[in-house]
């Protein structure tokens, strides 16, 4: 489009992390539905809040009220709803906020694209792995029984597939571990990779 000029901030990414005292990144959150990945992204930016860092959640829920809300659940629906909140992680992130996001994101090669997006800048994985029986078992939506009973189509891990990531950077074994040690887990690894 030849009538649209990018502008460059006039502030820069270092000099807004200079003056948050942190570094910004994208950590992108995956997981069946009822994995745990808005409960620990969400204890994960409240622990980062209290400790004085910028930080947000973008929701997968929370975004389809408002910047996706005209999407539905086809896959074209779901490509676009994955490439909108990439887009958005990146926009937070060039303001030097981490960003935690909570999809599904079922592909690889979804979570795969949304890194081409936001790359160069701190991106990460964070596989939240569960067993399907335990995402079931959970269920506070009851999607899964929904799914079940041909009531829902294309779900994620019951007619639609879930590919695990091959390379996650965290993986959060969120059958036997509590909340807590998700969020110390993560913690330690943005002080491990010197963004915090």
């Known amino acids: 489009m030849s009538n649209i000029t990018y502008h460059d901030q006039s502030i820069t990414l270092s000099q807004r992390e200079e003056k948050n005292g942190h570094k910004s990144a994208v950590l992108w959150f995956t997981g069946l539905s009822a994995s745990g990945k808005s409960v620990i992204a969400m204890a994960c930016q409240e622990e980062l809040f209290n400790r004085g860092y910028q930080v947000t959640v973008l929701d997968g829920d929370n975004v389809r009220h408002g910047l996706n809300a005209g999407l539905g659940f086809s896959e074209e629906d779901r490509n676009e709803n994955l490439r909108r909140v990439s887009e958005a992680a990146k926009l937070f992130a060039e303001s030097g906020m981490i960003v935690l996001t909570s999809f599904i994101s079922p592909l690889r090669k979804?979570?795969?694209?949304?890194?081409?997006?936001?790359?160069?800048?701190?991106?990460?994985?964070?596989?939240v792995k569960v067993s399907l029986e335990t995402a079931e078992e959970r269920d506070p939506k009851g999607l899964y029984k929904m799914a079940r009973d041909g009531k829902i189509k294309d779900f994620t891990g019951i007619d639609a597939p879930y590919e695990e990531p091959l390379s996650a950077d965290i993986v959060i074994e969120n059958d036997t571990q509590s909340i807590q040690a998700g969020v110390d887990q993560i913690i330690n690894f943005l002080k491990d990779h010197q963004i915090i």
């Open 110 to 127: 979804n979570r795969d694209y949304a890194q081409s997006i936001i790359t160069p800048l701190n991106f990460f994985k964070v596989f």
